[in-house]
């Protein structure tokens, strides 16, 4: 097999696993009363750590009005809170409550769970070669973006 068919093969494995992991966090994600605009806000401050009114206007696509909707029924459902910057008392930052952070906890160790199960029926031989191989391709892609400057701001959020 030449590299273009071995690149060709391993999207084809990724999307396989990708889908079958998301198999089961859709359902966690869709038994909740969100919109999907309080769904994506929830995400992008997990992700980030922390978010502004106005990014969330802008990754959102939606007038700051629209933003303070979202943001105000997410924090009446306890799942954020607003916390004023100390160097700039006009900005307020919006982050995850405990309530918020337990969520995606809850959700998270689902698919951990799930994901253990699959990998103790490997062998310790089957294990290692999959920790290399994934621990190349990590290397590979923080490589890439280096290179095309789209280094994003990665949260350990093991």
């Given at each position: 097999?030449?590299?273009?068919?071995?690149?060709?093969?391993?999207?084809?494995?990724?999307?396989?696993?990708?889908?079958?992991?998301?198999?089961y966090?859709?359902?966690?994600?869709l038994?909740?009363?969100?919109?999907?605009?309080?769904?994506?806000?929830?995400i992008y401050?997990?992700?980030?750590?922390?978010?502004?009114?106005?990014e969330?206007?802008?990754?959102?696509?939606?007038?700051?009005?629209?933003?303070?909707?979202?943001?105000?029924?997410?924090?009446s459902?306890?799942?954020?809170?607003?916390?004023?910057?100390?160097?700039?008392?006009?900005?307020?930052?919006?982050?995850?409550?405990?309530?918020?952070?337990d969520?995606?906890?809850?959700?998270?160790?689902?698919?951990?769970?799930?994901?253990?199960?699959?990998?103790?029926?490997?062998?310790e031989?089957?294990?290692?070669?999959?920790v290399?191989?994934?621990?190349?391709?990590?290397?590979?892609?923080?490589?890439?973006?280096?290179?095309?400057?789209?280094?994003?701001?990665?949260?350990?959020?093991?």
């Open positions: 097999m030449d590299k273009e068919e071995l690149i060709n093969q391993a999207i084809g494995f990724h999307e396989q696993i990708y889908g079958l992991l998301n198999e966090s859709y359902e966690d994600w038994s909740l009363d969100l919109s999907i605009g309080q769904l994506k806000s929830l401050i997990r992700y980030r750590g922390k978010a502004s009114h106005s969330l206007s802008k990754i959102l696509n939606v007038t700051p009005s629209v933003v303070t909707g979202i943001i105000d029924r997410l924090e459902s306890g799942l954020v809170s607003r916390q004023v910057d100390e160097a700039d008392r006009r900005v307020h930052w919006l982050t995850l409550t405990d309530q918020g952070e969520l995606f906890n809850r959700f998270d160790l689902n698919s951990k769970n799930e994901i253990s199960q699959v990998l103790s029926a490997l062998s031989n089957e294990l290692e070669a999959l290399n191989s994934f621990s190349c391709f990590l290397a590979a892609f923080k490589r890439h973006m280096d290179k095309t400057n789209r280094a994003i701001e990665y949260r350990d959020i093991a």
